[in-house]
């Protein structure tokens, strides 16, 4: 660790914190973050796990002093590089930032100017700080998106951000925040809105960066993600560090039920099928009138041979589907696993029949559907349903849950008089209390919103269910609480679900049959198990790789059983 | 911080409509009424607390009755400009490719003159008059309405609330009535009551030109042209006037400050 500096000397921590607190001030103060101690020295990474609301971003936001000034933040310690940084002016900040303490959001989008260049945005940062002379910072910019794997800086880096994908746009982000070589770096979620396999990529640039002295604060939702670079956990709930130590002694011995349960709620961790997460589930009586009944043998999905491309802005054609095949049967959960532009999106937009295929159709309980005009169309459309990655935009921003759902029902030809009681069985299907019939869905948690989406898709009485991402944007523990309710829907309902999702270790756990997505193709098929143990397809296998494990059962997970 | 807005822009509106309507509870004076002994009759006089003008009019009295034109043409015109934009922009935002090319090509040319301009050319066509100064001013807002809602109801059509009542099987009509159009709706009260604010000080502006109400009826443009010879005995005949159209748009801009929010 600390081959590169002399080890005769003890070496100095970067940060050290004692007894930070953080209110949120007013007459009746809420505390944010109470009594938290840590450290990180020169080329170690301090993981900071916990879900939302726990405190973990407002933590490392105090160690660039960027919190709103609203809240009141107090501490017994709190060192950066050997000062004392309470109640400092904002300058001392601001000479601090890009040099010292580099920063990296989780949004690479939301953090650059959409009208600059990536190469203007990380030059200004230099010439802000005035960071050695004018005529170097070019080389500067270039050693800096060199060091993060970014391909051609000379060429690429006159592109905007968002002319980059995703993966890129991450990686010009983290140079942005190493270019002026700070001694340590922040990362806020870094790999959260990313692929596997991208996410694989940018974990172990942090973990060269970290190997090069530069000291880390990963900061994540995932604790599976954290444990593999980071040397020490802080576990983080509603404010406080449950427990904190060196990674391994963390995964291997967790004192705290709190860190027990995140531990439990990892697909990668559970047997295939096994409950996640120990919250009570709804009695399956419930979904008595939610039972598939129909006659027939046909495949409730049946895609044939379908194409789609898009026309990009300066008419060139990119393809998006091709030549893509496939029955979902009934009563089957069907996985659809692939990264970002592999596809998947516009899968589920034409299984919706929102957007029509250049070429092929799909089949709905062996009907046309695809190939129907939309007043046909529109009739039909209860049977199959969409449960959508972000819930919150799924619904009209003016109306209650209530409402939501009252208009589904109406559609499915329920009477105006039954609507009430129907609502409550559908909430308590979703394992919703009834309190929350009346509120809008941005007054509720991501958990929460998910759960009625799921509810309103039920209020049709589908008999296909197409689940595009629904648990990415949720916390660990809720991840677990809604793979759960899906499969006892599924269970109970015997419905067929179309499950697509980036992450592997959701899919093997939910699904029977499994389809990997690349570039618009189907490469590889067959049940979850077969695929994990018999990879055949490069990309699978890269995939399968990506899949951040925790350090202690790195040999153990996914192996064949 | 909008709830004082709120508040301010309340009481400026909740005065200027109380006088529209009931003129007589704030002053015993007739605005008509001249009397050239007390002509020009300085601020703070016994009896004509704001002064009288070259025909010997209160000046106060003249302001209380000059507020009815005023809220008149603020919302007539935004009644005017709101309506037919609101509807171009939905044909626009909802129909075919032809359509919306069409109307957008409309919504451009138009657009490419200043508002007063093209409320002036409108007056040229209708002749002089409060009501077709009210029409004009109507008209010239028209494509500031349309181009907002068109750009809304293109933005909400491809939402992702409104796919996924499509999934659900809600039927196209039943879409666009209850889910995109309230929705477009709250930026349109925005625009709307920043307009009744510009279009009282357009108003104001075509009167001072001598465009819109004959003389002698109490508008504050007209006084405003009125004053400009006695400037220098006389200021006040020109600042209570201006006050007043600035008070009027002042809160006109301060209420849609204050619904911004809850509106988008």
Redesign the interface.
């Known amino acids: 660790m600390t081959t590169v500096l002399s080890s005769a000397l003890p070496v100095e921590p970067l940060v050290r914190v004692e007894g930070l607190t953080i209110e949120l001030g007013g007459r009746k103060p809420v505390r944010l973050v109470q009594d938290l101690s840590f450290s990180i020295r020169p080329g170690e990474c301090l993981g900071l796990v916990g879900e939302s609301g726990s405190g973990k971003s407002l933590t490392s936001r105090a160690l660039i002093g960027l919190n709103a000034p609203v809240l009141r933040q107090s501490a017994r310690r709190f060192d950066i590089l050997g000062h004392d940084f309470r109640a400092v002016s904002e300058s001392r900040w601001q000479a601090l930032r890009g040099t010292a303490i580099g920063y990296v959001l989780q949004d690479a989008l939301g953090a650059f100017d959409p009208l600059r260049s990536i190469f203007s945005e990380l030059r200004e940062t230099l010439d802000a700080h005035r960071i050695g002379p004018a005529s170097g910072r070019r080389g500067k910019v270039v050693q800096a998106l060199e060091r993060v794997g970014f391909p051609e800086p000379e060429v690429r880096a006159r592109q905007h951000s968002w002319q980059l994908s995703g993966g890129l746009r991450q990686r010009a982000l983290i140079a942005s925040a190493i270019v002026a070589s700070p001694r340590l770096l922040i990362a806020d979620e870094p790999t959260t809105a990313l692929d596997v396999n991208i996410q694989a990529r940018i974990i172990d640039l942090l973990q060269e960066l970290k190997q090069a002295g530069m000291g880390l604060l990963f900061v994540s939702h995932d604790l599976a993600v954290v444990s593999t670079v980071a040397d020490h956990v802080v576990v983080m709930n509603e404010g406080r560090a449950v427990e904190q130590g060196p990674t391994a002694q963390v995964l291997e011995n967790p004192a705290h039920d709190y860190t027990r349960m995140l531990i439990a709620a990892m697909p990668s961790r559970a047997p295939v099928g096994a409950r996640l997460s120990s919250v009570a589930l709804p009695p399956g009586s419930v979904f008595q009138s939610s039972r598939v009944r129909s006659a027939g043998d046909a495949p409730a999905l049946s895609a044939r041979g379908l194409h789609k491309s898009y026309i990009l802005p300066d008419g060139s054609r990119v393809g998006a589907v091709l030549d893509v095949s496939f029955d979902l049967q009934r009563g089957e959960i069907l996985g659809l696993v692939g990264g970002s532009g592999s596809g998947k999106s516009t899968i589920v937009k034409l299984c ?1 029949a ?1 957007v029509e295929p250049d070429e092929g159709e799909i089949a709905l309980f062996g009907q046309p559907w695809t190939s129907l005009p ?1 007043k046909q169309r ?5 049977r ?3 449960i ?1 990655q ?1 819930p919150l ?6 109306f209650t849950v209530r409402r939501l759902l009252a ?2 029902l109406a ?1 499915g030809g329920v009477p105006a008089g039954e609507h009430d009681a129907e609502t409550r069985r559908l909430l308590a299907a979703v394992g919703l209390r009834d309190e929350l019939i009346d509120r809008l869905p941005r007054n509720m948690s991501g958990g929460q919103r998910q759960r009625v989406a799921i509810a ?1 898709a039920l209020a ?1 009485r589908p008999e296909v269910l197409v689940c595009d991402e629904p648990v990415s944007a949720l916390d660990v523990s809720v991840q677990a609480q809604i793979l759960d309710l899906l499969s006892l829907i599924h269970r109970e309902t015997g419905l067929s679900i179309l499950f697509i999702s980036h992450d592997l270790s959701v899919v093997r756990h939910l699904c029977g049959r499994v389809m990997v997505m690349h570039k618009g193709e189907i490469v590889e098929e067959g049940t979850a198990e077969d695929i994990f143990s018999n990879v055949r397809h490069p990309y699978t296998r890269e995939l399968i790789a990506a899949i951040p494990r925790m350090g202690a059962d790195a040999t153990a997970a996914p192996a064949a059983p | 911080m909008s709830r004082n807005q709120l508040a301010i822009s309340g009481l400026i509106w909740g005065a200027l409509v109380l006088a529209a309507l009931f003129p007589a509870l704030f002053t015993g004076y007739d605005p008509l009424q001249s009397n050239p002994i007390a002509a020009l009759k300085p601020i703070g006089t016994e009896g004509h607390l704001l002064g009288t003008d070259y025909l010997g009019r209160d000046v106060w009295a003249r302001l209380v009755y000059g507020a009815r034109s005023a809220i008149g043409m603020g919302l007539g015109a935004m009644a005017i400009a709101a309506t037919v934009g609101v509807l171009l922009g939905l044909l626009a935002g909802l129909g075919g490719k032809w359509l919306d090319n069409l109307l957008n090509g409309l919504f451009d040319i138009l657009f490419s003159f200043p508002d007063l301009l093209l409320a002036l050319l409108m007056i040229t066509m209708l002749g002089a008059g409060s009501l077709n100064a009210l029409v004009a001013i109507g008209i010239a807002g028209i494509p500031s309405f349309a181009r907002l809602m068109r750009g809304e109801i293109r933005r909400i059509r491809n ?3 409104v ?10 009509f039943t879409n666009i009535w ?2 995109i159009i ?2 477009a709706l709250g930026p349109v009260a925005v625009l709307a009551s920043l307009f009744v604010g510009r279009a009282i000080t357009y108003g104001a502006s075509l009167s001072f030109l001598g465009l819109g109400p004959a003389r002698p009826t109490p508008e504050w443009g007209l006084m405003l042209a009125d004053a400009q010879l006695y400037l220098s005995m006389a200021p006040g005949l020109a600042l209570f006037p201006g006050l007043a159209i600035t008070l009027a748009a002042a809160g006109s801009v301060l209420f849609a400050r204050s619904i911004r929010r809850t509106a988008e």
């Open positions: 919706m929102l939309e529109t009739a039909r459309r209860p199959i349903q969409l959508a972000d935009g799924a619904f009209d921003p003016r208009e589904v559609i309103r049709t | 939402s992702e609330f796919q996924s009542s499509v999934a659900l099987g809600v039927p196209r209850r889910h309230p929705n």
